[in-house]
């Protein structure tokens, strides 16, 4: 379970509250109006950011001071963050040793992991000359070897046409099904949040609400997020 235990959290004159829980094993969407915080809360969890107050655990185990790399946690951002001089299958095994010096074992990791995402036979090219999607199949298994159990991803998918992204969530939930792993996952989009249920954290006027059904929130949501959603009055 992720425990946010009495956050606060300031960005200049902006500041965010949370104090929630999201049980383990669960796909939840973040969702509010463009600087609502999203990328904050996320940030906190992932430990980029420090709280004012509060705490972070997960399993009971304190995250607060713990340094973001030593954190149970990968995190998926919308620039995929591949390196560009190097090949699908480096940028991979980056993932398993930052020096890239990978014994067959390690190497034959890489490959598997290359294949489930679909990405037979491209292992060798580097992102250039990969397709958007393609460059998000990389990026996706390289969290993918790294296996920890908490999974945030803000908005990776964003720059992807509709019939990449929707195969890009149907690949993320076969991921987390497989690995039981828990993922928070920003999103603008509401068709994004449904096919994430069961939950959805709100962040509204400066609070992250505890996660909610998905389809309820949706059918009833606060004013700010109507208009934000593009859902009318
Ligand atoms: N480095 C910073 N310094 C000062 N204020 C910041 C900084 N980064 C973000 N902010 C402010 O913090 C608030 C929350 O930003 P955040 O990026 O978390 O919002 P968001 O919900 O992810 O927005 P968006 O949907 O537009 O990406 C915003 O009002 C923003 O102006």
């Given at each position: 379970m992720l425990e946010l235990r009495n956050i606060q959290v300031t960005r200049g004159d902006f500041s965010l509250q949370a104090n929630l829980t999201v049980e383990a094993g669960t796909r939840n969407a973040v969702i509010g109006a463009s600087g609502s915080g999203k990328s904050t809360l996320l940030s906190v969890i992932a430990g980029f950011l420090a709280p004012k107050a509060g705490r972070v655990l997960w399993n009971g185990v304190d995250l607060t001071d713990i340094a973001p790399g030593k954190r149970p946690i990968s995190i998926l951002f919308q620039?995929?963050?591949?390196?560009?001089?190097?090949?699908a299958s480096q940028n991979v095994g980056l993932g398993l040793r930052p020096d890239l010096r990978l014994d067959d074992l390690q190497q034959e990791r890489v490959a598997k992991v290359l294949s489930q995402v679909g990405l037979d036979g491209l292992s060798d090219r580097r992102p250039a000359n990969l397709s958007g999607g393609q460059q998000s199949r990389v990026a996706l298994a390289r969290v993918l070897l790294r296996a920890r159990p908490l999974l945030l991803l803000d908005?990776?998918?964003?720059?992807?046409?509709p019939a990449l992204k929707s195969e890009m969530l149907a690949l993320l939930h076969q991921i987390a099904d497989d690995m039981g792993t828990t993922v928070l996952m920003v999103t603008h989009d509401p068709d994004d949040a449904r096919a994430l249920t069961p939950g959805t954290i709100l962040i509204d006027k400066g609070v992250a609400h505890q996660p909610v059904a998905t389809e309820l929130l949706l059918q009833n949501p606060p004013a700010g997020l109507k208009a934000y959603l593009g859902l009318g009055e």
């Open positions: 620039d995929q963050n591949l390196f560009p001089h190097l090949t908005e990776p998918f964003a720059a992807l046409g």
